[in-house]
């Protein structure tokens, strides 16, 4: 499956190489823009098929994702297995949800989201499913860069699962190379 998931990706034109800032802080050579499989719906469809096909058995009866990428990942999985979709929005330190959204007690939950990394952004919305009264039964995303760190103490699929380096910016061998330090997304570039 992740032979799949990676031509997606690279059919969209989401692989990308030099010297990255991630959204978490961290610095990387290479960049999965997500966004590229994200604007077309045929790609977004095809990869939200294997997370909701890896969870149709868990019998979920709700999918959260984080703004902003995972608010199109929740729709496209939640479309795909028949059940509601809902979004959780930053505020202050960590996540909530707006919009008149709300969750069952006992309701089970399928946390998805584009990229995982740190899990900074799954954890907030994993706390919020949970203050709610909701049941985390998964958690599904397009791409798992976290090097298989992680716990969250629910079942974690990913479509790919990439072993990409990252570096703290202190540490960054690209910034000691002097390579040009580009912030996806923000139209950012400035010297490592």
């Known amino acids: ?13 989401a692989f990308s190489e030099g010297h990255f800032q991630l959204t978490s802080g961290l610095h990387s050579p290479i960049y999965w823009e997500k966004f590229r499989v994200l604007e077309q719906p045929r790609h977004t469809e095809r990869m939200c098929r294997m997370i909701a096909d ?10 959260v994702g984080p703004t902003t990428g995972g608010v199109i990942v ?11 979709s809902i979004f959780a929005e930053r505020e ?3 996540r909530v949800f707006r919009r008149g959204f709300g969750i069952v007690s006992g309701e089970r939950v399928l946390v998805v989201d584009d990229v995982l990394t740190t899990g900074g952004s799954v954890r ?8 709610r009264g909701g049941r985390p ?17 629910v079942p974690l699929f990913s479509c790919l699962r990439t072993r990409v380096p990252t570096y703290k910016p202190e540490e960054c061998p ?5 390579k040009p330090l580009v912030k ?7 010297p490592g």
């Open 137 to 153: 039964m998964g958690l599904g995303v397009l791409i798992d860069r976290s090097q298989g760190n992680l716990d969250f103490g």
């Open 174 to 178: 690209l910034c000691r190379e002097g």
């Open 124 to 131: 907030d919305v994993l706390a919020e499913v949970e203050r």
């Open 92 to 94: 202050g330190t960590g």
């Open 54 to 63: 890896h969870f149709r058995s868990y019998d979920c009866q709700l999918v």
């Open 184 to 190: 996806p997304g923000s139209g950012e570039s400035q």
């Open 1 to 13: 499956m992740e032979g799949e998931a990676e031509t997606i990706l690279r059919e969209a034109g």
């Open 74 to 84: 929740s729709y496209e999985v939640a479309r795909q297995l028949g059940v509601r």
